[in-house]
């Protein structure tokens, strides 16, 4: 494990800000209005040569422990448990006020090495609050600026007694933007990241939280708790095998209709949640038994798809569903009816009160993902081609025949191919379905996204 750092402070001292400077990406929502950062988000910084696991954490407030505040300030009260350096921020510019005071008795009692960071010390207006820092008790501050990048040397010095000589090589939860493997040289065995979707309040977080058997991410009755993606790495036991198989989860904020999101500071969360789609492999959309499937719910997965993204969907608070088989069958239906492009996408019944189904969902997760990054041989390809063109033989539109002629894969994740022949710019649509659905079921390829692509040679007689 690499050291690990935490950032503590008060809200809108610019802990997300440093966050981002340090892992040299955007990764953390930032905005002006305090308590953007509610769950704690891990990255891989490299500080002039020292790397460590950086954590952001929620602002630190004094309020009752059972208000969203108050468990917010839990998660950074649990974020110090094994970490090596916390990085104590305060707001050079407003000064050292009651809440420092309070955050920095509690930190002396954690007996966790302090950095002093006096932040938004740029120009000569924070220089009265850089004096009064000294009065926390932690020795001389770190002049900062995260927002220009200013005193990195200094930082440095000061973690570097800290870092140094700590073992480890990779750690910590990973970002959501981590690529994926490439394409051609696809491992089984490799991370499998599933990001978890769905509107606000389905359960998101609460499901992951029972996988991971701890309370790692904020959950509560308030719906839209979830601002940032926070990814976090696990092994997952799979019975089946009998051993641990590894798995980066991604918990994404909860997508409302468009017209829904007004706020500048939903509109960034649904845009990261977008963006951990892109680097996920599989998603799983959640839904809430107790409202069923809405009409929100189909343009995520239609969203998902067009991406390309294998898709699944899990319908949780299965412990509380009323009518369960009607259910169930009530959303299979319109499933197949509203994602006409990809029938048969795999459906679960899941509680993340209780666990049930969970196991089920992480080995169809894997499946899925098997054969969102197969690869057929042209040879096996080919041979299927021509029984399909025997079986249903393409149309020919104004009496002159359509000619498809070959086929081959392009591309894997999602599975791509490309049809060559003539006339295909008069192949109807209804043709195309059936080749791709021949393809989805008879090379088996379930209910993952294909791509099929038609391309014709070049008359070199055309006018140009």
Known sequence: MLPQVIIIGRPNVGKSTLFNRLVGKKLALVDDQPGVTRDRRFGDADLLGLKFTIVDTAGWEDLDAETLPGRMRQQTEASLVGADVALFVIDARAGVTPLDEEIARYLRSSRIPIVLMANKAEGRAGDPGLYDAFALGFGEPVAFSAEHGQGLADLFEALRPHIEGTDGDDAGDAGPDAEIEDE??????????LAIVGRPNAGKSTLINKLLGENRLLTGPEAGITRDSIAIDWQWFDPARDGYRPVRLIDTAGMRKKAQVVEKLEKMSVADARRAIDFAEVVVLVLDATRGLEHQDLKIASMVLEEGRALMIAINKWDVAEDPSGLFNGIRGALEEGLAQVRGVPLLA??????????QMLTAAFDIRAAWSKRVPTSALNRWFDDALSANPPPAPGGRRIKLRYITQARIRPPSFV??????DQLPESYRRYLVNGIRRELGFDAVPIRL?????TNPFAKK
């Open 453 to 457: 692509t038609l391309r014709s040679p």
């Open 419 to 424: 049809m060559f022949g003539t006339r295909l």
């Open 350 to 359: 899941v509680s993340a009160r209780t666990g049930k189904g969970l196991d």
């Open 184 to 193: 051609e040289e696809f491992d089984p065995e490799s991370v499998l990241k």
